[in-house]
């Protein structure tokens, strides 16, 4: 059974950093897209960073040259380095990965950035 843990994730202050990580664990196989979301009360889960398999990223425009998505193939692992945190940023934070087959998500890591 696949299972995303994610870790990384607390409270800073605005202009905070914060790196986020997400390990699956179990039988994985062929996966393509890695990726970050989050999602505030009341609002729909939005994209934040993705990664292919090929190398190829793409961000959300409200955190493009602040947030940088890699990845570790090797572990299975997706990190999320956040910088210059806002305070709209606040918000859960939940690691996607996508198989040719499949759809994992993990069970989602609170980032708050306070004033």
């Known amino acids: 059974q696949v299972q995303l843990v994610e870790a990384g994730g607390g409270s800073v202050r605005p202009g905070g950093s914060l790196r986020l990580s997400c390990a699956a664990s179990g039988s994985i196989l062929n996966i393509n897209i890695m990726g970050w979301y989050r999602q505030t009360p009341g609002k729909e889960r939005e994209l934040v960073a993705t990664t292919t398999s090929g190398g190829i990223t793409n961000y959300a425009d409200s955190v493009k040259g602040r947030f940088t998505i890699s990845r570790d193939n090797s572990k299975n692992t997706v990190y999320l380095q956040m910088n210059s945190l806002k305070p709209e940023d606040t918000a859960v934070y939940y690691c996607?990965?996508?198989?040719?087959?499949?759809?994992?998500w993990g069970q989602g890591t609170q980032v708050t950035v306070f004033s």
């Open positions: 996607h990965i996508r198989t040719l087959v499949y759809t994992y």
